[in-house]
């Protein structure tokens, strides 16, 4: 079982630059979401989707947007990449299933490393 | 709004002894609580939740967690650790005032179990 892929898994960019990171996942899924991990702050929320074609703001969504075009895939952008986005980048996924979905735990990737320059 | 904290960044433990690492939530409402396991270079992966019942939670790999609503804490216990534990450690509380499962993540504690 893939479970959630994210690709790359490292990259060095440039301040300046743009790119995006793909996020897909096999277990049909409704929710999605994108964090981000820094030493010391645990993980924090980016964006997230509760379905095909919707997105909605975290705790941290300057400077990333995100787009769910397929219900398997979640994609995250940096239009102009900064040092401060220098960070271990994790995506997600939940069932709707039980309780409003309240007690399904989320299944991550293995994150992408992103350096910015 | 929902926090979680972790109060030990680091948890020393010898091999064959218990394993305990301490969570504080603070929430409106019943709590849902989680614990992932995050060993290096992998994403998180879900050990065991509290939705209610028993305050005493088993999951994964051994490891059960108490959730005692009087202290708002749900720590994490093991009663003999093995290196292989080690790893970093994260309680996570659901966000219940919003849609999509979202959780809310301490800052995470590194447990080294040594030999």
């Known amino acids: 079982n893939a479970g959630v892929t994210q690709t790359p898994k490292f990259r060095v960019l440039k301040t300046g630059q743009s790119m995006t990171l793909l996020c897909a996942q096999d277990?049909?899924?409704?929710?999605m979401y994108w964090y981000r991990q820094d030493p010391g702050m645990g993980l924090r929320l980016i964006h997230y989707?509760?379905?095909?074609?919707?997105?909605a703001k975290g705790e941290v969504p300057d400077g990333y947007n995100v787009s769910r075009l397929k219900k398997q895939n979640f994609l995250l952008g940096l239009e102009s990449a900064a040092p401060s986005q220098t960070s271990v980048y994790f995506c997600?996924?939940?069932?709707?299933?039980?309780?409003?979905?309240?007690?399904?735990?989320?299944?991550f990737g293995d994150g992408t490393r992103l350096s910015i320059l | 709004a929902q926090s979680v904290a972790q109060p030990e960044d680091q948890v020393n433990v010898a091999e064959g002894n218990p394993l305990t690492v301490k969570c504080t939530y603070s929430?409106?409402?019943?709590?849902?609580l989680f614990w992932y396991v995050q060993y290096p270079n992998r994403g998180l992966q879900f050990l065991l939740k509290?939705?209610?019942?028993?305050?005493l939670v088993k999951g994964s790999y051994g490891f059960e967690a108490e959730f005692n609503k009087s202290q708002t804490s749900f720590h994490l216990k093991k009663p003999s650790a093995l290196v292989s534990d080690s790893a970093l450690y994260f309680c996570?509380?659901?966000?219940?005032?919003?849609?999509?499962?979202?959780?809310?993540f301490g800052g995470g504690t590194r447990v080294l179990v040594k030999p």
């Open positions: 997600a996924s939940s069932s709707r299933q039980g309780a409003e979905g309240s007690d399904q735990p989320q299944h």
């Open positions: 277990m049909n899924h409704e929710y």
């Open positions: 989707s509760v379905g095909e074609g919707t997105t």
């Open positions: 929430v409106s409402g019943n709590p849902y």
């Open positions: 509290y939705i209610t019942g028993d305050n």
């Open positions: 996570a509380v659901r966000d219940m005032g919003a849609a999509g499962n979202k959780l809310t």
